[in-house]
Structure formats: structure tokens, C-alpha cells
């Protein structure tokens, strides 16, 4: 007579098994807790870079007693699709600018409306690939009628040149809207 040929024997053989099987899924769901909990994310420096806190301390300098001014907002919490009768297609431009952000947002003080988006544009800038991506946002926010001033990164800055560049982009929007309607 075999030692597994009885029932009772298969079925215990069977039970320490999945036993084991047991004991091993649940000390490894332990190890990957600990190495998830212990290092999956660190925290950034700082929010800005060196080269955008530079200029968000000169644009705050420029218009801050004009408007509120938010750094490194994502594109989707200030513009959105329109709606859509294809749920896909609405989905779809939805996840084209949802990971996107923008440097800056100038917003009036009394009810924080949109009115206008600073981008800086350092070297990146020059690259395909980030071309491709300012043309959509540059696309959505022109769709959704927010300005956009693109400032060149530079050592330096003048309040007083930023100021008149902001004035200036809204001069030029408001005869773009006057146009329109």
C-alpha cells in the first residue's frame, strides 16, 4: 500500500500545502507593504524651479497688487473640453491636456476668474517634443480665449518690462475679442 493512496493522507498532504502557499503570499505582501510604505515617493526641494521662483518673485513685484498669481497650475483645472455628444471624444480631449500644467495664472482678486496664463520658457522650449506640447496648450487656452504670454528665461527681470508686457497682452486680447464678437 502507497502512503498517498488513502483519502485522508491526500487530503492533509493538500491542506499543509496550501498552508504554506498561505504563509508565503502573506510574508511577501508584508515586504512589499515595507518597501512601499519605506520609499515609493520623497518629497520635491521645492515647488519652483530656481529659474521660476526668480521670475514669480519679479511678476509679484509687477502685478500682485492687480491680481492673484498662482504658480504651476494644471491645465485641466482651468479649461475644460466642451461638452460632447461622443463621451469618448470629450474623454479623449480631456486626457490631451489633464498631465499639462502652466507656469503661472493671473486671476482677478474678487472671484479668482482665470485671465490670463504666463509661461516661462527656458531652453526646453526649443526641443520638438516640448514644441508640440506648448502648441496644445497654447491651442486649448487661444479655444478656451485666456491669453498667454510666453516670457524668455533670463538672468534677469524688470517689473516694470513685465508689467507693461502683461498690459500689453491684455490690450492686444481685448481688441482680438472685440473682433470676434
Not at 64 to 72: E, G, N, P, R, T
Not at 84 to 94: E, L
Not at 132 to 144: F, P
Not at 171 to 180: D, G, K, M, Q
Request: one cysteine or more; aromatic letters at 6%; a positive charge.
Amino acid at each position: 500500500m502507497h502512503i498517498f493512496s488513502t483519502p485522508l493522507l491526500v487530503a492533509l498532504g493538500i491542506l499543509v500545502l496550501l498552508a504554506v502557499a498561505a504563509s508565503l503570499i502573506r510574508l511577501l505582501g508584508r515586504q512589499q507593504t515595507a518597501k512601499s510604505v519605506a520609499g515609493a515617493y520623497e518629497a520635491v526641494p521645492a515647488l519652483l524651479t530656481p529659474a521660476e521662483r526668480s521670475f514669480f518673485g519679479v511678476l509679484q513685484q509687477a502685478v500682485a497688487s492687480d491680481y492673484q498669481i498662482f504658480a504651476k497650475v494644471r491645465l485641466a483645472d482651468i479649461v475644460r473640453p466642451v461638452r460632447n455628444p461622443s463621451r469618448s471624444g470629450w474623454q479623449s480631449a480631456f486626457n490631451r491636456i489633464t498631465g499639462k500644467h502652466v507656469d503661472f495664472v493671473l486671476c482677478d482678486s474678487s472671484r479668482l476668474g482665470v485671465i490670463a496664463v504666463i509661461e516661462l520658457d527656458d531652453r526646453t522650449h526649443e526641443r520638438f517634443e516640448r514644441g508640440v506640447r506648448d502648441g496644445l496648450v497654447d491651442s486649448a487656452l487661444a479655444d478656451a480665449r485666456i491669453p498667454v504670454l510666453r516670457v524668455s528665461a533670463r538672468q534677469s527681470y524688470s517689473p516694470t518690462q513685465i508689467r507693461e508686457q502683461v498690459e500689453s497682452l491684455f490690450r492686444s486680447h481685448e481688441r482680438v475679442t472685440h473682433n470676434v464678437a
